[in-house]
């Protein structure tokens, strides 16, 4: 069976039962049908002490990773586990649940599909989670294009502020790939229509309202955020927030249309484990991970909290230890790197057709000796292996411990896996083979022990971490500090116009922000093609901007978007729905 079909071929507890299972009471439950539902969390009072484990990865590649994947077994598997009679203290008698991101309708209709984790390792009601779900991304989308109208309607009812046009960094929104829209002139049709300006749209999900929303720790402190934003600048140079924008400030009407929004959503893993997803924000453009308030609430219900950061440790990990885990204060207990056999020797250079192939068929197809390309991929790992090593190098200097999880796909053979656990045996490093896909929690119980044995015991504290940056640190010192340190690149060089907005923000006190990096996902480097493990070279920042809501300074590099595009094939075009509402195509 292909994941829709396991999906489909699985029948969800009621959620009520789910929420029983995570310790919350069903008067605070706001159903969505019957297997999803919002949490009202201000009647949480439990204290926050539950462990979180941060899953992160290599860098992506078209053969797959699959940290979605791994995230549902292992946090499945630290539930079975849990059960056992020699069960690591650290998990023996206690609760494990998940926080993750909610799927953008970009992806799914676009490279990926479906974004809920595979096999027997999903999250249910899988169409309902991938497409509309509770409706969140919507009232972020019209909540951002509120700001954006209200902006552009004080312009035109008079510019009490004066606002200049030319300065609006402000994009509008649209939760979907569409290149076409990167660029637009709006205000054309005479003088009732508005006044004319350069403008464009960025994908929901790289929008610093969704930042906002998922750093926010509540109602009032998302209002306290969205005020904060920068939509421009005044004839004299002086930044126009949010704030400032009507007799009250944007930030009351946005927050109107979020209010339901924020609460997070409960759904459950194919095993019965409750799940928290609620956000999403991009992890090559923004920070990559889950809400605050998704994470902070499952500390409160459970004892290990299993996170996911999107795309590879450089990025949705780096800015998770970095900027999320700071915000929310939930410093990773243990860190889980997940690394494939197929996307290894893909880095090695592999072409991707003997990648996904395998030993076998790659034999068969070319007519050679079996072991002759067993030899020869166990070789192309070998060189790969410098990806996983790099990523887990710049995991373990936070301090926290490091698991890897090899997520195996069924072309893995027997001689591939045993080298690649032997080199972590070489490095010291706990790792597991998980077969997640297939076997769901069954399959990670490995993974959840070795998970397990690096978490603190109860009543042991979690190891102190140690953050990228130092405060006094400058924006520019920080940006160095990611490319040399986390990318091993020799500098980072800045155009001529991100040189006068980092001088900008000096000048407006800002340089104590962190810095989110928008990046490509394929290479440590700002080069896609670039791949494995790259050192020396220069990252071009062509773009710095303060996103003072959010709380950090933005750079884009190299030809990063923040409207991504379909690709030539998108995942769409293999999508339908019959007569009797059965959807298709989805994985």
Excluded at 98 to 119: C, H, N, Q
Excluded at 204 to 214: H, I, K, N, P, S
Excluded at 224 to 244: D, F, H, M, N
């Amino acid at each position: 069976m292909n994941d829709a079909q396991i999906a489909a071929a699985h029948t969800p507890a009621p959620i009520a039962e789910i929420a029983a299972r995570a310790g919350i009471d069903e008067d605070l439950l706001i159903p969505y049908g019957r297997h999803m539902a919002k949490v009202d969390v201000h009647a949480i009072d439990a204290p926050r002490t539950g462990r979180v484990v941060l899953v992160t990865g290599i860098s992506p590649t078209p053969a797959g990773e699959g940290k979605t994947t791994v995230t549902v077994g292992l946090v499945d598997g630290l539930n079975l586990v849990a059960e056992e009679e020699d069960a690591p203290a650290s998990i023996a008698g206690r609760t494990a649940m998940a926080a993750l991101r909610e799927p953008s309708l970009g992806p799914v209709f676009g490279i990926k599909g479906g974004a809920t984790g595979g096999g027997w390792s999903q999250v249910v009601p899988m169409e309902a989670v991938n497409l509309h779900f509770t409706g969140g991304f919507h009232a972020l989308t019209s909540a951002h294009n509120l700001l954006c109208a209200l902006v552009d309607n004080h312009i035109q009812q008079g510019n009490e502020l004066g606002i200049d046009p030319r300065t609006i960094t402000l994009k509008r929104a649209l939760d979907m790939n569409d290149r076409t829209l990167r660029d637009v002139v709006t205000g054309l049709g005479g003088r009732t229509q508005g006044v004319p300006r350069e403008g464009g749209f960025e994908i929901t999900v790289a929008t610093e309202t969704m930042a906002v929303f998922c750093l926010a720790r509540d109602l009032a402190d998302l209002k306290r955020r969205l005020g904060q934003i920068t939509v421009g600048s005044t004839y004299a140079g002086e930044p126009v927030t949010a704030s400032q924008i009507g007799p009250h400030g944007a930030q009351g009407a946005m927050a109107v249309l979020l209010k339901d929004a924020i609460a997070p959503n409960l759904v459950q893993t194919l095993g019965g484990t409750p799940v928290l997803v609620h956000g999403g924000p991009f992890a090559n453009i923004a920070h990559g991970a889950n809400s605050v308030i998704a994470t902070r609430t499952a500390q409160r219900l459970a004892d290990v909290v299993v996170t996911e950061a999107g795309f590879g440790a450089d990025l949705g990990g780096q800015k998770f230890m970095d900027i999320t885990s700071v915000a929310g204060q939930f410093p990773p207990a243990a860190i889980v790197v997940v690394a494939t056999v197929r996307a290894l020797k893909l880095q090695s250079g592999m072409a991707l057709a003997d990648v996904k192939a395998g030993v076998a068929k790659v034999a068969e197809r070319d007519g050679r000796d079996e072991q002759e390309v067993q030899d020869a991929h166990v070789a192309a790992l070998r060189s790969g292996v410098a990806n996983l090593a790099r990523h887990v190098e710049n995991m373990q200097a936070y301090g926290a411990p490091v698991v890897v999880a090899v997520n195996r796909f069924a072309e893995d053979t027997d001689a591939e896996l045993e080298w690649l656990e032997g080199w972590c045996r070489e490095q010291d490093l706990a790792c597991a083979v998980a077969d997640v896909w297939g076997s769901g929690g069954e399959g990670s119980r490995g993974l959840a022990r070795a998970v397990a044995r690096a978490l603190p015991a109860p009543g042991d504290d979690a190891p102190v971490l140690t953050g990228l940056w130092t405060e006094g640190m400058t924006v520019e010192e920080r940006i160095q500090a990611v490319v040399k340190r986390n990318y091993r690149g020799a500098k980072a060089e800045f155009t001529a116009a991100a040189r006068r907005q980092l001088a900008e923000i000096s000048r407006r006190g800002l340089d104590g922000l962190p810095v989110c990096m928008a990046k490509t996902q394929y290479s440590f480097s700002d080069d896609p093609t670039a791949l494995n493990a790259p050192e020396g070279f220069t990252v071009t920042v062509r773009e710095v901007s303060a996103k003072t809501g959010a709380g950090f300074v933005v750079a884009l590099t190299g030809a990063v978007m923040t409207m991504p595009g379909l690709p030539k094939s998108p995942a769409a075009d293999r999508m339908d729905v019959d007569d009797a509402g059965n959807i298709t195509g989805l994985f």
